[in-house]
Nanobody, 116 residues
Framework: QVQLVESGGGLVQPGGSLRLSCTASGISVSIYHMGWYRQAPGKQRELVARVFSGGNTYHVDSVKGRFTISRDNAKNTVYLQMNSLKPEDTAVYYC??????????WGQGTQVTVSS
């Protein structure tokens, strides 16, 4: 059984930092394309960042220079370091695992709220 368990969300002031973690069981994060998505109220879920199985990374333009995705194969965990947070970063953040043509896996989500 595959599980992706996110943690690290919470309430933070603008300009603050959070680190999200996604710990996988049942799959190896080293052979999946692992990603972080987010969904704000009334908006579609969007890709924020991805670390590919080969190690390359992608970050959406709106978070470049502020967020960093990384992977620890030994801990089977993917991280999203979020700095200089803005109110518009407020959303539920989801961990995703892709290995086409196998089905995607999703975590349950963790709430990030940026507010003063």
């Amino acid at each position: 059984q595959v599980q992706l368990v996110e943690s690290g969300g919470g309430l933070v002031q603008p300009g603050g930092s959070l680190r999200l973690s996604c710990t996988a069981s049942g799959i190896s994060v080293s052979i999946y394309h692992m990603g972080w998505y987010r969904q704000a109220p009334g908006k579609q879920r969007e890709l924020v960042a991805r670390v590919f199985s080969g190690g390359n990374t992608y970050h959406v333009d709106s978070v470049k220079g502020r967020f960093t995705i990384s992977r620890d194969n030994a801990k089977n965990t993917v991280y999203l370091q979020m700095n200089s947070l803005k109110p518009e970063d407020t959303a539920v953040y989801y961990c995703n695992a892709q290995n086409s043509p196998l089905p995607d896996y999703w975590g349950q989500g963790t709430q990030v709220t940026v507010s003063s």
